[in-house]
C-alpha cells in the first residue's frame, strides 16, 4: 500500500520562504515520477511541479517557474518543493503524488497516489 506524507507547511510572510517534504512508501520510489500540486479554496487543483523516477527531468506550472524548485532523494524515499519568493496567491493545501509510471505528468489524472496534503497560508 503506498503511503504519501507531506510536511513543512505552514504560515509565512509574503517574499518567504518554506521547504515541503513528501516521505513516500509502499512502492520502489526510485521507479516512479512524483509531483507537487496544490488547491485553493473555490479552485480547481493546480499542477505545481514534477520530477521523474531519476530526477534528471523537471517541469514546472506557469505561476511557479523561477520559484519553487523540486528535488528527490531515491535513497530516503523523498520528495522535496523548495519555495522562494511567496506570494498571497500561493496559498492553498499542498499535495504530493506519485506517478503510474516513470514520467513526469502535470495532470491529476497521470497521478495514481496522493498525500493527504499540507496547508501553506502567505500573508501579504
Keep these: 500500500q503506498v503511503q504519501l506524507v507531506e510536511s513543512g507547511g505552514g ?9 515541503l517534504s513528501c516521505a513516500a512508501s509502499g512502492r520502489t520510489f526510485s521507479s516512479y515520477g512524483m509531483g ?5 479554496p473555490g479552485k480547481e487543483r493546480e499542477f505545481v511541479a ?3 523516477w531519476s530526477g534528471s527531468s523537471t517541469r514546472y ?14 535513497a530516503k524515499n523523498t520528495v522535496y518543493l ?5 506570494k498571497p496567491e ?7 503524488a506519485q506517478t503510474y509510471d516513470h514520467g513526469i505528468g502535470s ?4 497521478y495514481g497516489y ?11
Aim: aromatic fraction near 10%.
Design 90 to 96: 500561493d496559498t492553498a493545501v499542498y499535495y504530493c
Design 50 to 52: 514534477a520530477i521523474n
Design 114 to 124: 496522493w498525500g493527504q496534503g499540507t496547508q501553506v497560508t502567505v500573508s501579504s
Design 36 to 40: 507537487w500540486f496544490r488547491q485553493a
Design 11 to 19: 504560515l509565512v510572510q509574503a517574499g518567504g520562504s518554506l521547504r
Design 61 to 74: 506550472g506557469d505561476s511557479v517557474k523561477g520559484r519553487f524548485t523540486i528535488s528527490r532523494d531515491n
Design 82 to 86: 523548495q519555495m522562494n519568493s511567496l
Design 107 to 110: 495532470r491529476p489524472n497521470e
